[in-house]
C-alpha cells in the first residue's frame, strides 16, 4: 500500500535531457563493464554521465551490471543494521526535508535523550533480528560535553551487552571529540554530506557543506569508519548527482546509505513529489557503478518509493539495509525484509570496505 | 471511545478536511483525545506514544 495517498503525489518533473540511443546505451554499459570488471579500474565521472542518460529500457540492463560490479567487487554478503532515534527532536539545524528541525512545525514532538535501559532494549531488538550494527542517533547540530559523556558510556556498554558493532551519529564533531569516539569503540561514524556541494545551499543554511566535509575527514583520521550518506529527490539535477559522487569518492567512505526523499508534512520540502521507483532503481545502480567498493545501505524513503521494487534494488547494487523502522518513521516488518534476502539466496554479516 | 482528533495531523475530526492524512508507515503524531502531539519513541520493532494528559495510546 502506497504511504502516501497517489492522488497527492505530483508525478515528478523529468529533467530534460537527452536519452542515449539503445545501441549507444548498450555500448556504455558493455565499457564500463570492461572497466569495473575486466580492468578493475573505477569509472571516470564522465562515464558515469553518460550512464545516466541510458533510456529507461536500458534500466535493468544497467542494474544487472552494477549487480554484477557489486559481487565482484563486495560479494553475496548482506549487511543488516538497526538504528535509534536516541535523542528526538528539537534540533537547531534548518536541514529543509528534516521532521526534527526546530525550525519547522512538524508533528514530531521532541524528546530528551533516552534512557539507557530503552537504548539497550532497542539494541536487543536489533541483534534480534540478525543484525550486525547498531546505530545510535542524536537530532543535534554536535554534541556538548554531557552528550559526549553519555554517548561515550553507552557505546562500550551495547557492544558489551549485546554484542554489536555499534554506530553513532552525533552530527558535527571537533578534533578531540572524533578521538573520544574512537577510543570508546565507536565502529562507524555517520555523517552524511546529504546532497553536491553545488546544491547544499538549497537545502541547509545553518551550517555549510564544507563543515560536513570536515567531519568526514575527522572521523576517518581518527581510524573509524565513515559512513556517509546522500539523500536523493530534493531537486538537485543529474548533474549534481553525479558531482556527488565524486565528492563521496573524496572522503572514502566505508559506507553509503542511499535515502530517496520521503516528504515530511510541516517542512519547506513537504510538497516535493516522490522519486519514481524506476529512476531510483537507475541512480542505485548508479551509486554502485560510481562507487563499486563501498557498502551501499537501503536506508529511509525505500519503501515509500519503491513500494513492490524493494527486492530489485538489492539486484542492483544495495548490499546493506536497515530493519525495522527507522528514526521518526516505522519500516516495513522486519520478516518481509528478512524473507526477502532469504530468496534472493544473500546471506546476512557484517562487511567491511573491500580494498 | 471514538477519536475527537486526527491521530497524524491533529485537527478535531469536526473540522478534518475530507483527505486521508493516514500514512501507513507513520506512528500516530497527535493525541485522539486532545490533539496535542504525543510524546513518540520509535525503535527497530516498535513504538510507544504517550500524551503527556492522557497517558499511552494503547491501539
Ligand atoms: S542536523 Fe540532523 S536532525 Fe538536525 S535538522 Fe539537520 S538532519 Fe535534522
Ligand atoms: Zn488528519
Ligand atoms: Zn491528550
Known amino acids: ?45 564522465a562515464e558515469l554521465a553518460e550512464l545516466a542518460d541510458v533510456p529507461d ?12 560490479v557489486r559481487l565482484e567487487w563486495c560479494g553475496d554478503t548482506v549487511e543488516v543494521e538497526g538504528i535509534l532515534s536516541a535523542k528526538t527532536g528539537g534540533c537547531p539545524e534548518d536541514c529543509h526535508f528534516c521532521s526534527q528541525s526546530a525550525k519547522f512545525e512538524s ?32 537530532a543535534i547540530r554536535g554534541p556538548d560535553e ?101 565528492q563521496l569518492r573524496a572522503v572514502e567512505p566505508a559506507e553509503v546509505p542511499l535515502n530517496f526523499l520521503n516528504p515530511r508534512p510541516g517542512t519547506p520540502f513537504a510538497g516535493l513529489p516522490l522519486t519514481e521507483p524506476l529512476e531510483a532503481i537507475r541512480w ?16 529511509g524513503g525505500r519503501e515509500v518509493t519503491l513500494r513492490e521494487l524493494q527486492a530489485l534494488g538489492l539486484t542492483s547494487g544495495i548490499n546493506a539495509l536497515i530493519v525495522g523502522n527507522y528514526l521518526t518513521t516505522l519500516g516495513r516488518s522486519p520478516e518481509e525484509d528478512l524473507q526477502m534476502l532469504s530468496d534472493l539466496q544473500m546471506p546476512i554479516g557484517a562487511l567491511s570496505k573491500a580494498i | 471511545m471514538s477519536d475527537a482528533y486526527c491521530r497524524w495531523c491533529g485537527t478535531a475530526l469536526a ?18 483525545e486532545c490533539g496535542r502531539r504525543l510524546r513518540v519513541k520509535v525503535h527497530t520493532a516498535g513504538y510507544e506514544a504517550a500524551c503527556r494528559d492522557h497517558g499511552p495510546l494503547l491501539d
Open chain 1, 146 to 246: 554531557r552528550t559526549m559523556d553519555r554517548i561515550c558510556e553507552l557505546v562500550p556498554l551495547v557492544q558489551q551487552e549485546v554484542g554489536l558493532n555499534v554506530a553513532v551519529s552525533a552530527g558535527i564533531v571537533t578534533e578531540a571529540q572524533a578521538k573520544r569516539f574512537a577510543e570508546v569503540g565507536v565502529h562507524r561514524y555517520n555523517h552524511n554530506l546529504e546532497t553536491a556541494e553545488s546544491f547544499f545551499e538549497n537545502v541547509v543554511t545553518t551550517h555549510t557543506w564544507a563543515e560536513r566535509f570536515d567531519t568526514c575527514q575527522l572521523v576517518r583520521d581518527q581510524g573509524m569508519e565513515l559512513c556517509c550518506g546522500v539523500l536523493l529527490g530534493m531537486g538537485e539535477s543529474v548533474d549534481q548527482r553525479i558531482e556527488l559522487i565524486g
Open chain 1, 57 to 68: 529500457s536500458a534500466v535493468p540492463t544497467l542494474a544487472a551490471l552494477a549487480h554484477e
Open chain 1, 107 to 138: 508533528p514530531v514532538q521532541a524528546m530528551p535523550f533516552l534512557d539507557t535501559a530503552d537504548v539497550l532494549a532497542a539494541a536487543r531488538e536489533t541483534a534480534a533480528l540478525g543484525a550486525t550494527e547498531f546505530c545510535i542517533v542524536l
Open chain 1, 1 to 45: 500500500m502506497p504511504d502516501v495517498p497517489v492522488t497527492l503525489t505530483p508525478k515528478a518533473p523529468i529533467e530534460n535531457r537527452e536519452r542515449l540511443t539503445p545501441q549507444a546505451a548498450r555500448t556504455a554499459v558493455r565499457a564500463a563493464g570492461v572497466a569495473l570488471l575486466d580492468e578493475r579500474r573505477q569509472l571516470t565521472l
Open chain 2, 15 to 32: 473540522e478534518h478536511p475530507d483527505i486521508q492524512c493516514r500514512r501507513e508507515l507513520d506512528p500516530p503524531r497527535f493525541c485522539p
Open chain 1, 284 to 299: 542505485i545502480s548508479l551509486f554502485r557503478l560510481g562507487l563499486p567498493s563501498v557498502i551501499l545501505r537501503y536506508a
